[in-house]
């Protein structure tokens, strides 16, 4: 089955604490991209990548790292968590960018920062 | 940097009523797409409809594209409990690098 997939699906975690929510897609697709879904704001983009060892920043990187070794995996890594990354987050993943072609989305991933 | 805005925020309706949802942009588009999200869950890609394409179905869901206007529509005919989820609009950056949300609508049918 075609699929984005994000572990874990919940995690509480304390200030300071690095943590890595990780994101496979078995499609074979060339962008990536990460986004976080806050209330009254939307789904805002943190990063994306275009391939294997191309990423960019998107509209709310301050707080993340991302890296792009393989294709297929594209984690989202907090050195240094804050309560204002509480967030859900979605992995996507689309054929050949967005401006053509639409995004699979992952379940998400609740984060809690405290 | 939003891009699609939903309207309305928030639609209650009975089964086998039709569901109306627009939205309206600001830029130039390839295309325009609908998302479905149940609640806290990963959004599902329902349609993609592209710049010189009118209207588009997919089984319950219609969709129409008005660029001279800036606007979409997504209908969904014959609503189920099973359709109470939140649909979003999205349209590409000018970039190409990134989807745009809107809002979404909240869309709830009751029993």
């Known amino acids: 089955e075609a699929q984005v997939t994000q572990n874990p699906r919940y995690l509480i975690t304390v200030t300071g604490k690095k943590l890595t929510v990780t994101c496979s897609q078995n499609?074979?697709?060339?962008?990536m991209s990460w986004y976080r879904q806050d209330p009254g704001l939307g789904l805002r983009q943190i990063y994306y990548?275009?391939?294997?060892?191309?990423?960019d920043k998107g509209d709310v990187p301050e707080g993340y790292k991302v890296s792009r070794k393989e294709k297929r995996n594209f984690p989202l890594i907090l050195e240094s968590p804050s309560p204002n990354q509480t967030s859900l987050y979605f992995c996507?993943?689309?054929?050949?960018?967005?401006?053509?072609?639409?995004?699979?989305f992952g379940s998400g991933t609740r984060l809690t920062v405290v | 940097s939003q891009q699609g805005e939903e309207d309305p925020q928030a639609l209650s309706i009975q089964e086998g009523e039709n569901a109306t949802m627009n939205c309206s942009y600001k830029?130039?588009?390839?295309?325009l797409q609908w998302y479905r999200q149940n609640s806290g869950r990963g959004l599902v890609h329902l349609i993609l409809?592209?710049?010189?394409?009118r209207e588009k179905h997919s089984g319950r869901l219609r969709v129409t594209l008005d660029t001279s206007k800036k606007s979409s529509s997504l209908l969904i005919t014959a609503s189920r409990a099973a359709d109470t989820a939140s649909y979003f609009c999205?349209?590409?950056?000018?970039?190409?690098?990134?989807?745009?949300f809107g809002k979404g609508t909240t869309l709830s049918v009751s029993s």
């Open positions: 996507a993943s689309s054929s050949a960018g967005p401006r053509y072609y639409g995004y699979t």
């Open positions: 499609m074979n697709h060339e962008y």
């Open positions: 990548s275009m391939n294997v060892e191309v990423t």
């Open positions: 830029t130039s588009i390839n295309n």
């Open positions: 409809i592209r710049s010189n394409e």
């Open positions: 999205a349209t590409a950056n000018q970039a190409g690098t990134a989807l745009i």
